[in-house]
């Protein structure tokens, strides 16, 4: 009776939740205070912008800068804590924040743009790591990170509205930490794009809240009637500035875009039409770079091991991919004319904007992961994705179309494959350059099995012949 030797089967991974033991010594209080300063620098930089701050510019850019410097530094220092496990983001951020100041200081003349968006960055990322690793003392010490800064706000500017500006990251970044444990903690918990997902969503609320006192407090009402009339007189005075745009060569004076007007007003259309998606993806880019710093910054305190495969691979559902596919065809029927496109055809472009990044990250991840099994350098990847520049602003919806197609109908296909362990068939041919690929080690432990097996069988059938033959004890 011939016997089956057991498949052997690799035990699943431990998965260990993250330990409350908090971030000791002076980090831990390092961390908080940034975290305060941090969150005082949000509505501190609403007065600048608003006019409304007794500061001259010149020492609001001093001030940025300053900010900035103290956030490099930190930065800087704990991408140091743990190099065989930081992640690489910390160790980028630094010359991120750079460019973005340049660049903003280059167009707009200041560096608070900059610092705006780092400290909402910094306070979400950051805060959620002492929510997620805060032991008792820790977590109750958070709550007065808000409180003071609120305070320190209200001080500051004398107005409550404000002064809750600095209020606003805090409950994305208790998402962040319950979705970073329940990721970490379960195996069959929140996915990273999940997690993603819940703090733009808790972001976006709390900015829309705050969007919408203001807009209260300016035009004294909500009414949409009111709010309609005011996005087409903003409509118009856009498409009145572009179409009035002038260069001076000298003594010539050109106005290139006169004569125009039916296809400025169509861009400017089309931009507002999805103006909701774009502020949804700016939200989602400012949730995935704080879920960035923050699963960096668990390597650097020493959690990594905590950090399961699912919360840190970044994939998007089939189902979104297919919804992407499906808005991209109902935007291309629907829409048309920016200035004649209905309702179906603009919810179909907003979709599209909202799906399109996240699709494009996860193509290139993919793209990068197979290029890294096939032992490519990683530079080879940026050559052939910013190869030809006349295409590099359609190269984003071209990566998120493949995904799609291939989160879609990848496992379609991949049912209808030919098994790997399936015998080839008989015959005196050479087998194919498809058949030398390297097995697995699953592959290799089954074919030994049945090459064993194959053996056995060959000594009992030579056993069976040798007692048959044998005559000698015959009389």
């Not at 510019?57 to 900035?68: A, E, H, R």
């Amino acid at each position: 009776m011939n016997q089956t030797t057991p498949k052997t089967e690799t035990p699943p991974m431990p998965i260990t939740p993250i330990p409350r033991r908090g971030i000791p010594g002076i980090i831990g209080i390092l961390l908080y205070i940034l975290l305060g300063v941090s969150a005082l620098v949000l509505p501190w930089g609403i007065t600048v912008l608003l006019g409304t701050s007794p500061v001259p510019p010149v020492l609001s850019d001093g001030i940025s800068l300053v900010y900035l410097i103290l956030l490099g530094i930190y930065i800087s220092c704990t991408s140091r804590l743990s190099v065989a496990t930081v992640g690489k983001v910390s160790r980028g951020l630094l010359p991120l924040m750079i460019f973005c100041a340049v660049t903003t200081y280059y167009l707009f003349g200041s560096l608070l743009p900059t610092a705006l968006i780092f400290s909402l960055v910094f306070v979400i990322g950051e805060g959620s790591i002492l929510l997620a690793v805060a032991d008792k003392l820790q977590g109750s010490l958070f709550g007065l990170i808000p409180l003071t800064a609120f305070a320190a706000a209200l001080v500051l500017t004398g107005r409550i509205d404000i002064a809750l500006i600095a209020c606003v990251p805090f409950p994305a970044a208790l998402v962040l930490a319950l979705g970073t444990r329940s990721s970490a903690g379960k195996e069959n918990g929140m996915t990273r794009v999940g997690v993603i997902c819940a703090t733009s969503l808790t972001l976006g609320i709390s900015i829309a809240a705050i969007a919408l006192w203001f807009i209260y407090h300016a035009l004294g009402t909500l009414s949409p009637a009111v709010l309609m009339e005011q996005l087409d007189s903003f409509r118009a005075y856009i498409v009145d500035t572009l179409v009035n745009v002038k260069f001076e060569y000298g003594t010539s004076v050109t106005y290139p875009l006169q004569g125009k007007e039916a296809a400025v007003q169509n861009i400017v259309n089309g931009m507002i039409n999805t103006l909701p998606g774009t502020l949804v993806v700016l939200v989602n880019i400012t949730a995935t770079f704080s879920q960035m710093l923050a699963l960096s910054g668990l390597r650097a305190y020493g959690f990594g091991s905590s950090l399961s495969p699912r919360v840190q691979r970044f994939r998007i559902s089939p189902v979104s991919a297919a919804v992407f596919l499906l808005s991209w065809v109902v935007a291309l029927i629907a829409v048309g004319d920016n200035n004649s496109s209905t309702m179906v055809g603009t919810i179909a472009e907003n979709i599209f904007t909202v799906l399109m990044p996240g699709l494009a990250v996860s193509g290139i991840s993919r793209f990068f992961a197979y290029m890294a099994r096939r032992g490519a350098h990683l530079g080879c990847g940026f050559f052939l994705i910013f190869f030809i520049p006349c295409l590099i602003a359609y190269i984003p919806t071209v990566i998120a179309t493949l995904e799609s197609l291939v989160s879609v109908f990848g496992p379609l296909v991949a049912k209808v494959k030919i098994p790997k362990d399936q015998d080839p068939p008989s015959g005196g041919f050479r087998s194919s350059k498809k058949d030398t690929k390297p097995l697995s080690d699953e592959d290799l432990f089954e074919r030994y099995c049945r090459e064993q097996e194959e053996r056995r069988k060959r000594e009992e059938e030579d056993n069976r012949n040798d007692t048959s033959n044998d005559t000698s004890d015959t009389p």
